[in-house]
């Protein structure tokens, strides 16, 4: 029964506290306010009102089964996620691949700044709408969406656990403008053409000075391959028609790489024209590469740098690591005088300008590094353009006039030696595009959904998905028109120039000049 409880402050004078009979037959609870305090009320009469309403929606929610007592919504949203002196926290308790549980940390920083200090019963959709609509104006458009999925599967956790009555994060239907679609949209999804990719593939390869980059730039937008998957193909799943993909290399943010399965588990079989596994074979043979320094593996990659990435000094290091020259000798020299954290920073730092001992050979790192391999290699062979880099800025890519398309000069005063530079072929374009490259190559053959899906990695949970099937004539139709694309953009660039300075491009195409000079 509602009732007011009269109290005495510490001057003396009276006040009344709400109390009510609780759904869960515990002692009688007292109407809190939202700084989780007993409210105190200047009359009885506005005590017993207070008390009488606060009754009357426990015993509501109750009977809905969505009573929880006000104690456990007392709990901080960091409290619940990371734990407390009581026991581990909601992350700790979920069952996460290491790349998975590395994303949540990085959604946690946009996430706990903002309500990790907040009591769970006191977070508000309208101040979720704010946040969310504040991450958006900062440009994380589509990130801003997977924060607020990640913040409603924590909460909706909560509400499972009874910390929460209902789940705040929970998105309303039909609110806000009908733009709102078109005004969420995120960058524009740049691809090339086949003859592009070749392109591209040359240059990364020009910029390197191996073929490692030219023939992995070219199975990725013939087999759909995510990077994760390519950095860590063994040649043992390159087979006479098919790449077997089983694992993944995944870049923590420590510089270490964790061997784990393919995304979603998409293990799977991707078929693949003789012409692409001879040409990853005889790459693999001639490389003869030894087991990473990782995982004692052989890899079909190697991770090696260019010789411009080479050229960084300690002191790009530093200022990338944001530590002094000293720090980073010591790492280098004296490691033991540096802390872990900072050590694995410079590491990391390292990598990512790709500096390089005096006397190491390139070919010692074992594996591509993300960043370094997107602003030195990648980036430079689609736009034409080195990022900027310390005081230096950004720059187009100074090479020979000859051989086509130009050679990258290095050295001192590159641009006063070069004969011209590289024009763009897909400024923007991402690695990843190559990936939908060979969904859209699939898309322009008229390849069946059920095999496109399968060789992507997708899985179709539609009615149609579960029936259809996929079939021998499926496949061989597939290989026949990726093969007839290949050699199409093998022709195209030949009309641009009868060779390359790329001993594995060049190859290739005076065996296609050759075949096609053969009468049939």
Same mark, same amino acid.
């Given at each position: 029964?509602?009732?007011a409880?009269?109290?005495?402050?510490?001057?003396?004078?009276?006040?009344?506290?709400?109390?009510?009979?609780?759904?869960?037959?515990?002692?009688?609870?007292?109407?809190?306010?939202?700084?989780?305090?007993?409210?105190?009320?200047?009359?009885?009469?506005?005590?017993?009102?207070?008390?009488?309403?606060a009754?009357?929606?426990?015993?509501?929610?109750?009977?809905?089964?969505?009573?929880?007592?006000?104690?456990k919504?007392?709990?901080?949203?960091?409290?619940?996620?990371?734990?407390d002196?009581?026991?581990?926290?909601?992350?700790?308790?979920?069952?996460?691949?290491?790349s998975?549980?590395?994303s949540?940390?990085?959604?946690?920083?946009r996430?706990?700044?903002?309500?990790?200090?907040?009591?769970?019963?006191?977070?508000?959709?309208?101040?979720?709408?704010?946040?969310?609509?504040?991450?958006?104006?900062?440009?994380?458009?589509?990130?801003?969406?997977?924060?607020?999925?990640?913040?409603?599967?924590?909460?909706?956790d909560?509400?499972?656990?009874?910390?929460?009555?209902?789940?705040?994060?929970?998105?309303?239907?039909n609110?806000?403008?009908?733009?709102?679609?078109?005004?969420?949209?995120?960058?524009?999804?740049?691809?090339?053409?086949?003859?592009?990719a070749?392109?591209?593939?040359?240059?990364?390869?020009?910029?390197?000075?191996?073929?490692?980059?030219?023939?992995?730039?070219?199975?990725?937008?013939?087999?759909?391959?995510?990077?994760?998957?390519?950095?860590?193909?063994?040649?043992?799943?390159?087979?006479?028609?098919?790449?077997?993909?089983?694992?993944?290399?995944?870049?923590?943010?420590?510089?270490?790489?964790?061997?784990?399965?393919?995304?979603?588990?998409?293990?799977?079989? @991707?078929?693949?024209?003789? %012409?692409?596994?001879?040409? &990853? !074979?005889?790459?693999?043979?001639?490389? #003869?590469?030894?087991? +990473?320094?990782c995982?004692g593996?052989?890899?079909?990659?190697?991770?090696?740098?260019?010789?411009?990435?080479?050229?960084?000094?300690?002191a790009?290091?530093?200022?990338?690591?944001?530590?002094?020259?000293?720090?980073?000798?010591?790492?280098?020299?004296?490691?033991?005088?540096?802390?872990?954290?900072?050590?694995?920073?410079?590491?990391?730092a390292?990598?990512?300008?790709?500096?390089?001992?005096?006397?190491?050979?390139?070919?010692?790192?074992?594996?591509?590094?993300?960043?370094?391999?997107?602003?030195?290699?990648?980036?430079?062979?689609?736009?034409?353009?080195?990022?900027?880099?310390?005081?230096?800025?950004?720059h187009?890519?100074? @090479?020979?006039?000859?051989? %086509?398309?130009?050679?990258? &000069? !290095?050295g001192?005063?590159?641009?006063? #030696?070069?004969?011209? +530079?590289?024009?763009?072929?897909?400024?923007?374009?991402?690695r990843?595009?190559?990936?939908?490259?060979?969904?859209?190559?699939?898309?322009?053959?008229?390849?069946?959904?059920?095999?496109?899906?399968?060789?992507?990695?997708?899985?179709?949970?539609?009615?149609?998905?579960?029936?259809?099937?996929?079939?021998?004539?499926?496949?061989?139709?597939?290989?026949?028109?990726?093969?007839?694309?290949?050699?199409?953009?093998?022709?195209?660039?030949?009309e641009?120039?009868?060779?390359?300075?790329?001993?594995?491009?060049?190859?290739?195409?005076?065996?296609?000049?050759a075949?096609?000079?053969?009468?049939?």
């Amino acid at each position: 029964m509602a009732y007011a409880e009269k109290r005495s402050g510490r001057d003396g004078r009276p006040y009344y506290r709400a109390r009510y009979r609780r759904p869960d037959g515990a002692p009688d609870g007292t109407v809190l306010g939202s700084d989780g305090k007993a409210i105190k009320y200047p009359t009885k009469a506005t005590a017993v009102k207070a008390a009488r309403e606060a009754e009357a929606e426990a015993d509501a929610a109750a009977g809905r089964g969505r009573w929880v007592a006000p104690e456990k919504g007392r709990t901080t949203l960091g409290e619940y996620v990371l734990g407390d002196a009581e026991g581990e926290g909601w992350l700790a308790r979920q069952d996460l691949a290491a790349s998975t549980e590395q994303s949540y940390g990085h959604y946690l920083k946009r996430i706990l700044p903002t309500f990790g200090e907040m009591a769970l019963a006191s977070i508000e959709p309208r101040a979720i709408d704010a946040w969310e609509k504040r991450e958006r104006a900062q440009g994380a458009v589509s990130s801003a969406a997977t924060y607020r999925r990640i913040l409603h599967l924590i909460l909706e956790d909560a509400v499972g656990e009874n910390l929460l009555a209902i789940n705040p994060a929970k998105r309303r239907r039909n609110r806000g403008k009908r733009a709102g679609k078109l005004s969420s949209r995120g960058p524009e999804k740049m691809i090339t053409t086949t003859l592009g990719a070749l392109l591209i593939a040359e240059r990364t390869s020009l910029l390197s000075q191996r073929d490692d980059e030219f023939v992995a730039m070219i199975t990725k937008p013939y087999t759909g391959m995510r990077w994760g998957e390519l950095v860590g193909l063994q040649p043992e799943y390159v087979r006479d028609e098919v790449i077997r993909v089983e694992q993944q290399l995944y870049e923590l943010d420590d510089g270490r790489f964790e061997l784990c399965p393919p995304k979603d588990d998409s293990y799977r079989s @991707v078929d693949s024209p003789r %012409w692409l596994t001879r040409m &990853v !074979r005889e790459h693999v043979a001639q490389i #003869r590469p030894t087991p +990473c320094s990782c995982h004692g593996l052989v890899f079909a990659f190697r991770g090696g740098r260019s010789r411009r990435q080479a050229t960084a000094r300690q002191a790009d290091v530093a200022r990338r690591a944001g530590v002094s020259v000293g720090t980073v000798s010591n790492v280098l020299n004296r490691p033991e005088r540096v802390s872990e954290k900072t050590r694995v920073n410079v590491e990391k730092a390292a990598a990512e300008v790709g500096f390089v001992r005096v006397g190491t050979p390139a070919s010692a790192s074992s594996h591509w590094r993300r960043s370094g391999f997107s602003a030195w290699t990648w980036d430079p062979a689609a736009s034409g353009w080195y990022p900027k880099k310390g005081r230096y800025a950004a720059h187009p890519v100074a @090479v020979t006039a000859d051989p %086509w398309p130009g050679v990258p &000069v !290095r050295g001192q005063d590159p641009s006063g #030696r070069a004969s011209a +530079c590289w024009v763009p072929i897909r400024a923007g374009m991402t690695r990843h595009a190559l990936r939908h490259l060979d969904r859209t190559i699939m898309e322009e053959l008229g390849t069946p959904k059920v095999l496109m899906d399968e060789r992507m990695g997708h899985i179709d949970t539609s009615v149609s998905g579960q029936y259809a099937h996929v079939t021998d004539a499926m496949r061989m139709a597939l290989v026949r028109g990726l093969t007839e694309v290949w050699e199409a953009s093998l022709d195209a660039r030949l009309e641009l120039s009868d060779g390359s300075a790329v001993p594995v491009l060049d190859r290739l195409l005076k065996e296609r000049a050759a075949s096609r000079s053969t009468p049939s």
